[in-house]
């Protein structure tokens, strides 16, 4: 029932795919195939070239060499509409919407994106609410775009790709702004696909999703795929080591004797958010010095109105945020930069950089105008290219070189640039949302350790996940917010998955 | 060795696709020629050769080049800034009143003070037309694109009667002439000429020294950086603390302040008084200028002089060949279209793909 494509794709083979950009070798001689009613991970480090790879399948870039094999011929993938016709959906690990259209116009625009005059609506919604009661996704088709949190966004790029009826659907890191119950869901839903008949190619750098739901893994390292055989014959463990080369431990906070300053101390806060909603709803949370403090919630319950009213991004209607004593009440963005906040947004591409600038002129995004790296109102190149390249060093950033535009990074990269920023400017307080979004485990486990030190040297992390062993591992104390108002807080080490699911969902239990 | 055999490859696809896309515009502008009865040969042979012949036509370039890299200049900061400014025609003239007023109306003074006046008065002008248009589109969300054309026609029209009532010469009144113009402003402040004889005035000197300015303010300074994230990305720049209102504002006072100058030099160094159509369509030649420049002030510089030929040219071609000037404008556009395009496939590597592609299928190759 999934698959009413006009052609089944029985069989498909990449062969000898090898791809360069300025500076990269992204695709190296990759040899991969993959047959009806599969599903293949593909795993690798950040910038190994997984998406790279799947844009090639997808005919948005052309292989410098190599072709690609679908049923025994020789196809030409030259542009995402013919990927379309012969079955091909993506979902893509940067949301593919138009912000100021709705949910219902962005599916009608990819289903009927070949045609010129005519457009359906009342089918589009007819296909949105099929698709929606199939797979119990909860949308709101009139709802624009840019009012959504990116785990809705993201719902709605899997929409986009299953009203097209694809049979074999590529899906670019889909769970890293899911909840653990929406990935649950989407898994179950993965292997209903396949068992339909459907193939599915599936990116992830969370090896138990991988485990769950994978035939086959490939795996690939600097453009090279380094292997590729069955799941079931290595553990969880085995594949990190084979993805990073190295053993991964994440480490877990220890327990830590708390101060009693509060350093943040957000009082009775209410805002109106993107929809016209009231998205904060009398919030109050204290957050003391030198603690992580995990948010847990489902995506769209004020979490991202939270950081913004945080940072003077979003105006408080009432209530008031106290930050190390002092009033930031809507006080302005370099205001309270400037008293020392941190903020790691969670839309990399449009908030935490500027896609246009090279990595060299985002690591200066919130420093440019503080000495050394300007003088007076000149900026000093030698010292902002100084200061770049130590970032790039010690966050293992992957980049052809500092000047190098951010767009053209990979995506774990981008994050890392965000990150690497962020963190080195020694915060007092940083709010950090999904801040190990789409790296690879390597890098989370850099990235939690960093966390954890700037813990120990006093500072202070909010930090909002929906990752729940993320928060259980990191934070002192977890608050579970729902609807605009924190529901409440538990201490991190008595918190269990099932019950934080439960509160998630607003179910408050009583005694 | 794969890589410099590409680089050439690239080279001669880029400048194999200009040339020929300039072909083009020419054979249709042959038609346009032979309709009108002139020879289109001869006609090409004076546009493209004739400026370059003598030294007048070579000062005449630069007497045009002027004004447009002005212009050039103040649209790559807007546009950098993220704001389609369409005004500068109306900018061009509100500078030029704003100067002609100081110039003709302030009491004599040495010439080293007085024209550093006119300039800033001009820039003033220029920048509070271009503000207004920066104002609404920062503070009312008013698309720029609107507010920028209609304030071309509100500046054209207070000049045109400033012209024809208050500031007109009074002498054309005495004469009973009538000619819509103010009167000449005192030979002293007039810019520089450099070569005797010809109309090249030190306004081109000015506008290179500017472009080199521009060009570090905006990529060696704070506020340039901060004028760039804006354009580049709105949210980002917000986020990180930048005032994106005031930086817009901002943006279009530069760009406005710059087409404010290009009047002034108008009223300097070539007309020195004001006179019904003083700019010649610099406002709108100067965003193909900018755009062609790769909205880089340095890039503006050999684009200006490129467009400077290309009026020149037209102009002596249409002394020698005796076509309606409707034509010689066509044919202009014709050039600048041809070139501008083949600028996008050049630059936009998608476009180029499909191009090349196309290009494969109708040679039935591949
Ligand atoms: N459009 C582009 N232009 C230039 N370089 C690019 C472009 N896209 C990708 N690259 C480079 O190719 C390499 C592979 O990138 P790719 O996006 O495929 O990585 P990835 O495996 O998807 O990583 P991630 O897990 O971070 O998403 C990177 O080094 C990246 O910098
Ligand atoms: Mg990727």
């Keep these: 029932m999934f698959c009413n494509g006009q052609m089944q794709i029985e069989h498909i083979e990449l062969k000898n795919i090898t791809k360069r950009f300025p500076g990269v070798l992204a695709c190296d001689n990759i040899n991969l195939a993959l047959k009806q009613g599969e599903i293949l991970a593909l795993l690798g480090e950040n910038g190994a070239g997984k998406t790279t790879l799947m844009n090639i399948l997808y005919g948005l870039y052309q292989p410098d060499e190599g072709e690609v094999i679908v049923n025994g011929r020789q196809t030409a993938i030259d542009s995402p509409q013919k990927a379309g016709a012969l079955g091909i959906g993506m979902v893509h690990q940067h949301f593919m919407l138009v912000p100021n259209l709705t949910v219902r116009e962005n599916v009608a625009l990819c289903m009927f994106n070949d045609r010129t005059f005519h457009c359906d609506i009342a089918y589009v919604t007819e296909t949105i609410n099929r698709i929606c009661t199939d797979h119990r996704i909860k949308i709101d088709p009139d709802a624009y775009i840019y009012e959504l949190s990116v785990g809705e966004q993201q719902r709605v790029e899997l929409i986009k790709a299953l009203s097209l009826g694809a049979n074999l659907l590529i899906l670019d890191e889909p769970t890293a702004v899911l909840t653990p119950q929406e990935t649950d869901k989407l898994i179950l839903l993965l292997q209903e696909m396949a068992a339909s008949g459907c193939s599915i190619i599936f990116i992830s750098h969370k090896l138990n999703e991988v485990k769950a739901v994978s035939h086959h893994v490939a795996v690939l390292r600097g453009g090279k795929l380094v292997y590729n055989g069955s799941t079931d014959d290595h553990t969880t463990n085995e594949l990190a080591s084979l993805m990073a080369g190295r053993d991964i431990n994440l480490p877990v906070a220890k327990e830590k004797e708390p101060s009693d300053k509060i350093i943040l101390d957000i009082q009775n806060v209410t805002a109106i958010g993107d929809r016209g909603t009231q998205a904060l709803n009398g919030l109050s949370l204290a957050l003391r010095k030198g603690e992580i403090m995990g948010i847990a919630g489902v995506s769209g319950n004020g979490q991202s109105e939270l950081a913004e009213v945080i940072n003077g991004i979003r105006k408080v209607q009432s209530g008031r945020i106290l930050f190390d004593g002092e009033d930031i009440t809507n006080r302005t963005p370099q205001q309270i930069i400037d008293r020392r906040m941190g903020y790691i947004p969670a839309d990399r591409l449009h908030e935490g950089t500027v896609a246009g600038f090279s990595v060299k002129e985002n690591m200066i995004l919130k420093d440019y105008a503080r000495p050394p790296l300007a003088q007076a109102t000149f900026l000093k190149d030698r010292a902002i290219c100084r200061y770049a390249n130590d970032l790039v060093a010690k966050f293992a950033i992957k980049t052809p070189s500092i000047d190098t535009t951010c767009a053209s990074l990979s995506g774990g990269n981008i994050q890392k640039v965000i990150v690497a920023r962020e963190m080195n400017r020694r915060p007092k307080v940083l709010v950090a949302v999904y801040p190990t979004r789409g790296l690879d485990m390597g890098a989370a486990e850099f990235v939690h350790s960093e966390l954890l030190a700037a813990r120990d040297k006093d500072e202070t992390v909010l930090l909002i996940s929906e990752e729940l062993e993320e928060l259980i591992n990191l934070s002192d104390r977890i608050a579970v917010i729902y609807e605009g108002k924190i529901l409440k807080i538990i201490p991190a080490k008595q918190a269990q998955k099932s019950a934080l699911g439960l509160l998630m969902a607003g179910v408050q239990s009583h005694g | ?366």
């Excluded at chain 2, 696809?13 to 502008?29: D, E, R």
């Excluded at chain 2, 800034?81 to 100081?102: D, K, P, R, T």
């Excluded at chain 2, 208050?166 to 520089?192: F, H, N």
């Excluded at chain 2, 986020?239 to 290009?262: E, K």
Aim: glycine fraction near 12%.
């Design chain 2, 1 to 366: 060795m794969g890589n410099s055999r590409r680089r050439l490859q690239e080279l001669t696809f880029n400048v194999g696709l200009t040339a020929l896309s300039l072909l083009l515009a020419l054979v249709i502008g042959a038609v346009l020629f032979l309709i009108a009865g002139a020879n289109p040969i001869k006609a090409y042979g004076v546009m493209f050769t004739a400026p370059l012949e003598d030294i007048f036509g070579i000062t005449e370039i630069f007497v045009r080049a002027a004004p447009l890299l002005l212009v050039a200049l103040g649209i790559s900061i807007s546009f950098r800034s993220g704001i389609l400014n369409i005004g500068g025609e109306g900018q061009i003239l509100v500078g030029a009143i704003f100067g002609l007023c100081i110039a003709l109306y302030a009491p004599p003074m040495h010439w080293s003070i007085m024209m550093p006046l006119i300039f800033a008065a001009s820039f003033a002008g220029g920048a509070l037309w271009g503000g207004i248009a920066g104002w609404m589109k920062a503070y009312l969300n008013v698309n720029e694109i609107l507010s920028t054309v209609m304030l071309n026609y509100v500046a054209i029209q207070i000049y045109s009667y400033l012209i024809r009532g208050p500031m007109m010469d009074k002498q054309e009144i005495v004469y009973g002439t009538g000619a819509s113009q103010t009167a000449r402003i005192a030979r002293e402040y007039w810019l520089a000429k450099l070569i005797p004889g010809a109309r090249m005035h030190s306004g081109m000197i000015i506008a290179v020294v500017l472009a080199v300015i521009v060009f570090f303010f905006l990529w060696k300074t704070i506020y340039g950086y901060r004028m760039r994230a804006v354009g580049a990305e709105i949210r980002a720049s917000r986020y990180a603390g930048v005032n994106t209102r005031w930086y817009l504002l901002l943006a279009m006072l530069l760009a406005g302040g710059f087409a404010g100058l290009a009047g002034a030099v108008e009223v300097l160094g070539v007309h020195h008084r004001g006179l019904e159509s003083i700019s010649a369509g610099y406002g709108f030649s100067g965003i193909v200028v900018a755009l062609f420049g790769g909205l880089h002030p340095l890039g503006a510089i050999p684009a200006s002089i490129i467009f400077g030929l290309l009026i020149v040219g037209a102009d002596m071609m249409q002394r020698a060949v005796h076509v309606p000037a409707y034509i010689i404008l066509a044919i202009q556009g014709l050039i600048i279209l041809a070139i501008v395009s083949s600028n996008v496939f050049i630059t936009k590597k998608g476009m180029r793909a499909k191009m090349v592609k196309f290009l494969g299928k109708a040679t039935g190759r591949k």
